[in-house]
């Protein structure tokens, strides 16, 4: 029950694993995307998995596309059976061009156009700047900042650049205050904000549009296991967010459909940040994201 005088607000459901959810309340009409195609990278699990089920919830057909093909047939059974909408599992690395332009060839073979651009597809672990290896910070450069390039430029010249378009790139806070044992992840993404509003302004005569959502600490994520979320929040460190809790990944998959959808038209060049109001408050404490480090394997 909520306390006197504070309002409460229903959360939407989700589940730890990467499972489909065993209920829907829908916020927005179940039309919302009908008939769109959604390509997804990193779409075979965590908020990637959570955004196309949404989406195919809406009317949304989706491709999503990674390196690991069997668990993205899985995961394209498990949101078929859910939505009644078809879901195309690609294999992709977004280190490499030609893989994503092969993979954008059979999307548009298969399903004749692509509607919206998901890049969801990142690395990430704790490690100290001293200790971070030239190559793991390479390799997320790479798979983050890189990769979202690499797609984006890839879908707007097979489609978006005659047809229009809309992009949604996943982020994060990491770099607005600097956080410690972050300086891969935290530079790769702020290379992605900025890219967010370039991209905006080169490709918004074209029809195309480019936003981002950036989020906090999101539950049922491998990010939020690998990064120390579970013990944080064992520990009360969520007490010191605004909202004094982490994030789900069904919100984060409303966060994006706003910024897919119709709802949000006249928005581009936007960074969504959706974290509890997490980076204006949490501590940035290096000895004790030392400690939950030296627990984890900081090697890629």
């Known amino acids: 029950m909520a306390e006197p005088g504070r309002k409460s607000e229903q959360l939407p459901e989700d589940v730890g694993t990467d499972d489909c959810l065993t209920s829907y309340t829908y916020i927005y009409s179940p039309d919302l995307l009908k008939d769109h195609v959604a390509f997804i990278t990193g779409g075979g699990s965590g908020i990637g998995l ?3 089920e949404i989406f195919m919830r809406h009317g949304c057909d989706t491709v999503i596309a990674s390196r690991n093909l069997d668990k993205l047939k899985e995961a394209a059974k498990k949101l078929s059976a859910v939505s009644g909408r078809r879901c195309l599992p690609l294999c992709i690395d977004v280190r490499k061009p030609e893989t994503i332009a092969a993979a954008v060839d059979e999307t548009l073979k298969e399903f004749g156009r692509i509607d919206i651009l998901i890049n969801n ?3 990430n672990f704790l490690c100290p700047a001293a200790a971070l290896s030239f190559n793991a910070f390479k390799t ?3 798979i983050d900042t ?3 390039f690499n797609t984006s430029k890839v879908v707007y010249e097979k489609w978006f650049q005659n047809h229009g378009g809309n992009i ?3 982020s994060a806070t990491l770099g607005y205050k ?3 044992l972050q300086v891969h992840a935290g530079s790769a993404k702020a290379a992605n904000d900025a890219m967010t509003k370039h991209l905006a302004v080169e490709w918004g005569p074209s029809g ?6 950036a989020p906090g600490p999101v539950s049922g994520t491998e990010g939020f296991r690998r990064l120390g979320g579970p013990r944080g929040e064992a520990a009360g460190a969520f007490q010191s967010i605004p909202l004094q809790r982490a994030g789900n990944k069904t919100e984060m998959a409303h966060c994006t459909l706003f910024l897919a959808s119709r709802v949000s038209s006249y928005v581009t060049g936007a960074i969504l940040v959706a974290d509890g109001g997490a980076w204006l408050t949490s501590a940035n404490d290096v000895s004790m994201l030392l400690g939950i480090a030296s627990s984890k394997s900081a090697k890629l």
Do not use: D, H, K
Request: charged share 10%; no cysteine.
């Open 121 to 123: 597809a990142a690395g």
């Open 146 to 148: 890189m990769g979202t």
């Open 178 to 180: 600097g956080q410690a």
């Open 168 to 170: 949604v790139n996943i």
């Open 140 to 142: 997320v450069m790479e």
């Open 208 to 213: 195309v549009r480019v936003n981002t959502v």
């Open 50 to 52: 959570r955004i196309a």
